[in-house]
């Protein structure tokens, strides 16, 4: 049976260690810096190309240089290429594309589009370029990042995918019209892409405009998708070791090619019929990026730099970038799709470029004050979107509309406090009676006693606790945002 190499499932989010050392002894891996101009001139070539010939069309026809409709006639490639300006550090065109699409993007239109490719591109491009809006100089309204252009369209769009997630299952349709909803007849054959990847973007919408209903919808579907998988399980997360090695055999493939074929035949060691092509896909640069921060191997390198070179022989036209039809004779096809420019320039230019913002360790932040208090974002820790779309986790804690949880936050402070002064009486009484023990059952330690008067509305006697650290077993899987989701989960 045909093994398939490119199988975009969605976002996995793999923490890995950062490597601080050098990429290799002097000689052995390629110079960082002129790659990164490189892959920028890319970009540029590309981009402008779109400009000039495409746009307000979806994506660039390089061949015949003209645009068309792919997606939905959003101006595709135009949203999802503005987070990469801003990583390349183009400021003055971030701030550019911005009114150009508040002033041409329209979703009030009679148009079928894919709910998962309208979710990953547009939603998440336009959540990812709100959230970084400051950064790239953006004059933002007051309460950003809890308001905001952006976040509206972003809103908007993810209103008009609402209507697929009205299932038996809560997973989602395929596609919607994004004027008359779910077509009758709609199929309900679907990917797991399509089911589990909302929760990123659909989430961040929640947290950022207060309404609940996207991460519900988004939840549902993802529990729905959980209870129905099969016994292999992702046992691979986090193992470098056989990841670097898969890697290595994706870059065999590659040299052997030029490109990555959409399918591959172990046995015979050739692409398999009608799968000879290679769309410009980034899912082996997206992993040589986060192999390099984790292992610091210039092997890695070396791919990125091939990547580089194949990719300016093989596709690069008068007018872009082109699809590669066949790898096998490096025939061309009229197309350059918008992830192109959001993906795999992308994580080529964050490949070469480790002192890029995205890659910040905390040791620089931007502090905002929002409605609702401080605010910290631009710490790092993003997340990538299926898309690539970087999200920054910290605006999820930005925006929050629940009380409670400023209260829960004021008593967590006034009980680090009240720990701190009775520290050297606990540490005496704890060596004269022995070891401390955990409280018996869920939960957390009961707080020392209040000395202030308890709210009128709901008195910290009473209120449960949102921020709680229970105690878990070795046998917790994975940990989101304080939530640990264990094997029976």
Known sequence: MPFRLLIPLGLVCVLLPLHHGAPGPDGTAPDPAHYRERVKAMFYHAYDSYLENAFPYDELRPLTCDGHDTWGSFSLTLIDALDTLLILGNTSEFQRVVEVLQDNVDFDIDVNASVFETNIRVV????????????????????????????????????????????????????????????????????????????????????????????????VALMRLWESRSDIGLSLIGDIDNAMRTFLNYYTVWKQFGGLPEFYNIPQGYTVEKREGYPLRPELIESAMYLYRATGDPTLLELGRDAVESIEKISKVECGFATIKDLRDHRLDNRMESFFLAETVKYLYLLFHPNNFIHNNGSTFDSVM?????????????????????????????????????????????????????????????????????????????????HDQPREKQPAKQRTPLLSCPSQPFTSKLALLGQVFLDSS
């Open 370 to 450: 929002t409605p609702h208090g401080e605010c910290i974002l631009g710490a790092g820790g993003y997340i990538f979107n299926t898309e690539a779309h970087p999200i920054d986790p910290a605006a999820l804690h930005c925006c929050r509309r629940l009380k409670e949880e400023q209260w829960e936050v004021e008593d967590l402070v006034r009980e680090f406090y009240s720990l701190k002064h009775s520290r050297s009486r606990a540490q005496r009484k704890t060596m004269s009676s022995g070891p401390w023990e955990p409280p018996a059952g869920p939960g957390t330690p009961s707080p020392p006693e209040r």
């Open 124 to 219: 998440g491009g336009l959540l990812s370029a709100h959230l970084l809006s400051k950064k790239a100089g953006v004059e933002v309204e007051a309460g950003w990042p809890c308001s905001g252009p952006l976040l509206r369209m972003a809103e908007e769009a993810a209103r008009k995918l609402l209507p697929a997630f009205q299932t038996p299952t809560g997973m989602p349709y395929g596609t919607v019209n994004l004027l008359h909803g779910v077509n009758p007849g709609e199929t309900p054959v679907t990917c797991t892409a399509g089911i589990g990847t909302f929760i990123v973007e659909f989430a961040t919408l929640s947290s950022l405009t207060g309404d609940p209903v996207f991460e519900d919808v988004a939840r």
